[in-house]
């Protein structure tokens, strides 16, 4: 009896070294950039994932500013809609206004025209975390409405959900931001309220579980 040849079929398909995430935000009071270094401790505990910062291009005048008492912004750098097309998987740190995302935000969104129409964000994976002035101004609807945009970009939304900070979530003795759509935090109506410590759990859990999946589906 003759033995038959092994026939080794080695795959072509590309192994990352590692997952690129970007998180990017924008912040007049330092609420959701707070919210921010959170959610980047998350992201961080992978090994397998290398996280960026960014924020979005300020659109108001410094005079504008100083009147509304909006402290400096942090030395973060500027994203462009360029910036992303490096990216595997992006975090959207989204104040609300009026229940939607703050004209900052749409200004840099708008711009991405040229790569909408040549599908550049494809396939990359995209979630929210969103600040508000209070419990009912757009914990929800500011994530929602993202959506739309998100959408039309072809990005892969990847929702919070329960599982991973059930308690957190549903804790009731505390006041505080979050939800199945993303991590959040409540910033009353004068700013004055800081980010609590199940708020910046709530953001290390969301990046956490980000990483997590946006390693599954590019590395495996």
């Known amino acids: 009896q003759v033995d038959k040849p092994r026939i080794i079929v080695q795959s072509k398909r590309k192994i990352k070294m590692s997952v690129k995430v970007a998180v990017v935000y924008y912040s007049t009071w330092g609420h959701i950039a707070t ?8 992201l961080k505990k992978n090994p397998d994932v290398t996280v960026d910062v960014y924020q979005v291009q300020e659109t108001l005048s410094d005079e504008i500013l100083t009147k509304m008492h909006a402290p400096p912004k ?7 809609p360029d910036t992303l097309l490096a990216y595997d998987g992006v975090i959207f740190g989204i104040p609300t206004r009026y229940g ?5 935000f749409k200004t840099f969104f708008d711009a991405t025209g040229r ?4 599908g ?7 979630a929210i975390f969103q600040s508000t002035a209070s419990l009912g101004g757009g914990q929800e609807t ?6 739309t945009v998100l959408t039309h970009l072809g990005m892969i939304w990847v929702p919070f959900g329960y599982a991973n900070s059930f308690a957190d979530q549903t804790n009731l003795n505390e006041v505080h931001g979050g939800s199945a759509y993303g991590a959040g935090t409540l910033a009353g109506g004068d700013g004055s309220r800081q980010v609590s410590d199940l708020e910046k759990r709530l953001g290390v859990s969301q990046g956490e579980y ?5 390693v599954k589906h590019f590395k495996h």
């Open 35 to 42: 919210l921010a270094q959170s959610v980047v401790e998350g």
């Open 74 to 80: 942090a030395d973060v750098p500027i994203v462009t």
């Open 100 to 104: 939607n995302m703050p004209a900052q």
């Open 115 to 118: 790569i909408w129409q040549t």
């Open 120 to 126: 550049g964000y494809q396939g990359k994976m995209a």
């Open 142 to 147: 500011t994530a929602l409405t993202t959506l």
């Open 210 to 214: 980000f990483a997590k999946t946006v």
